[in-house]
């Protein structure tokens, strides 16, 4: 089998949620909770992709020892169930994202991920494809996937130049998380690629338009909680009935305006999920601070307000696991 037929074999499409990671209230890795999360995904939410150790799950505010074993437990827990999981690998060092692109092969994961490097930053196009090229070169069986999100990173290298002549470069080249609110950029980087790179929308609250623009699929944090809902924007939208769809994106850009008013970040963000899902994810790793509780569930009344449909599934769900 060539190399190109293993890395092409297999294709993430649709929603893909970017799992938030478990912490004990001492910070510690939670493993425990995994198995819940995966299942409370794929039967609650019908999210059967995930992203893991990305932004949402705080990658880089942990050890790759810690990395590594979260993105084996999650792989392992998701066998049998969920039909595609992308370990994110990216590092400052390149070295230390080959050891976990390495790792991901041997843990089964269906493909890697790689942000630019934010501290030394690469202040070219032919400087960053270098730098992917060697951390790809790591796992040379797995799609490898360009994780674009220049408000974390301040890389803001135009990803139409980065993707010039990848394919030479990394054969394993399958595509772009793209985590930017360029519409424009997005649609040359789309209508400029082969037709067998995929192209995963990262703006939850842009979901629409990113289809419109031709996303294949999308990596977001509130699919955690939100995922059958967005679920149904997508089937509206394949159906052609975009009134649906913009009724339903238009509900989640006012719970994430709501969000917004009590600093939506990722703490807030992860309480959330907790308070959604009755899965206690425990306190996000500083620098990032808690959430006020109260913050989380004015968010969650929100939210229930917005989509009533969805109360009484989400109620069940936290006592179950409350």
């Known amino acids: 089998m060539s190399t190109m037929a293993a890395v092409n074999d297999k294709k993430p499409k649709g929603l893909a949620a970017a799992t938030f990671t478990p912490l004990t209230t001492d910070g510690e890795i939670n493993l425990s909770l995994i198995g819940p999360y995966v299942d409370y995904l794929t039967q609650k ?134 985590s930017s609110a360029d519409l424009m950029e997005f649609g040359l980087c789309f209508s400029h690629s082969p037709p067998h790179w995929t192209f995963l929308f990262g703006v939850d609250e842009q979901l629409l338009s990113g289809l419109a623009m031709g996303a294949q699929g999308a990596v977001g944090s509130t699919y955690n909680y939100m995922g059958s809902q967005m679920n149904k924007l997508i089937a509206a939208f394949e159906n052609n009935n975009l009134e649906e769809a913009r009724r339903i994106q238009f509900k989640m850009q006012d719970l994430i305006q709501y969000a917004k008013t009590l600093g939506f970040d990722l703490g807030v963000n992860k309480q959330l999920m907790s308070e959604l899902s009755g899965l206690s994810l425990g306190p996000p790793r500083l620098p990032v601070m808690p959430c006020p509780p109260e913050h989380g569930r004015s968010i969650a009344q929100k939210f229930h307000s917005l989509f009533p449909e969805a109360s009484v599934l989400m109620q069940h769900v936290m006592g179950n696991h409350l």
């Open 45 to 178: 939410q019908g999210v059967k992709q995930i992203f893991v150790n990305g932004t949402a799950g705080e990658g880089m505010s942990l050890t790759v020892a810690e990395r590594k074993m979260l993105a084996e437990e999650w792989c392992k827990k998701a066998k049998g169930k969920m039909d595609y999981v992308i370990v994110h690998v990216g590092c400052l060092s390149f070295r230390d994202s080959q050891e976990l692109a390495r790792h991901a092969v041997e843990i089964e994961a269906d493909a890697i991920a790689a942000i630019a490097p934010f501290f030394l930053k690469p202040n070219s196009a032919d400087a960053l494809r270098k730098f992917l090229q060697e951390v790809a070169s790591a796992a040379p069986t797995l799609p490898f996937y360009y994780y674009h999100i220049p408000s974390i990173t301040g890389v803001n290298v135009s990803v139409p130049d980065v993707l010039e002549d990848i394919g030479s470069l990394i054969p394993s080249f399958s595509g772009v998380k793209f």
